[in-house]
């Protein structure tokens, strides 16, 4: 992957940032999206310095225009797209309000659709890889996730028709379903739902796959990787569970 062009959104934390710090890693031109603007200028001075390219751009992926002025600025040709960025939401059906799930909807759904958009004609003439991150909530039913799952299954989906109509391109899109990963979103979460018994509620959560613990976002990055990598040229239109055995051996 190196000297590859690849954008991935989400970039300042997490997941996301793993993933830039993979490819960057490796010689790959990065460039990430995100809203933090304080953590995306901090990420990008931390991991200058490598054989790749570098360069944050803030963008509200939920604006088509803003998306559109972010990826003009971006190169010709595009090799990987990484559609990490996304929001979680609690709540069942009766409990979740009208502006929650078209919050959640705008940023998982609809702007991986206006980055996915905005990128496919930087891919058409030299194919390319897209890969999207759904859960394991796209496939199974989670309690008290009516919304995020929502949005992950319309991920899935969105993953299955990208992958037939530009086969022909040589434009690949698969699509990872991680368990739970470990990240800021995590610590914060204990921190605001269960104060003083944040250390109690973590493992508690790690216990329930099956595996014991919770992923590293580095984890799900390593495999990222490969599959946006042309050691994958053969895969497309797959969804890969990295859950710890969550789906597969939970009884």
Do not use: W
């Not at 000297?3 to 830039?20: F, Q």
């Not at 039913?141 to 949005?151: E, N, Q």
């Amino acid at each position: 992957m190196k000297g590859k062009n690849v954008i991935i959104t989400g970039g300042a934390n997490g997941i996301g940032l793993a993933m830039v710090k993979k490819f960057a890693k490796r010689g790959s031109n990065v460039f990430f999206l995100d809203l933090n603007e304080d953590e995306g200028k901090k990420v990008e001075q931390e991991l200058q310095g490598n054989d790749s390219k570098i360069e944050f751009l803030k963008c509200d992926i939920t604006d088509s225009k803003q998306v559109k002025k972010v990826i003009a600025k971006t190169p010709k040709t595009i090799h990987v797209l990484i559609n990490n960025a996304g929001i979680s939401h609690i709540g069942k059906v009766d409990s979740t309000s009208e502006e929650d799930f078209d919050r959640v909807y705008q940023v998982n759904v609809k702007g991986t659709f206006l980055v996915t958009r905005a990128v496919i004609p930087k891919m058409i003439q030299n194919g390319g890889s897209i890969l999207n991150m759904a859960s394991v909530a796209a496939t199974m039913g989670l309690p008290d996730r009516f919304a995020y799952s929502m949005t992950k299954g319309a991920m899935l989906s969105m993953t299955l028709s990208i992958a037939r109509d530009y086969v022909s391109h040589g434009i690949r899109c698969n699509c990872l379903s991680p368990g739970r990963v470990h990240t800021p979103f995590v610590d914060g979460f204990l921190a605001k739902n269960y104060p003083r018994r944040e250390k109690e509620m973590f493992e508690k959560l790690a216990a329930t796959q099956p595996i014991g613990r919770m992923a590293k976002p580095e984890e799900i990055a390593d495999f990222g990787y490969f599959i946006c990598s042309d050691q994958a040229g053969f895969i497309t239109g797959a969804d890969y569970n990295i859950d710890g055995g969550f789906k597969g051996l939970k009884v």
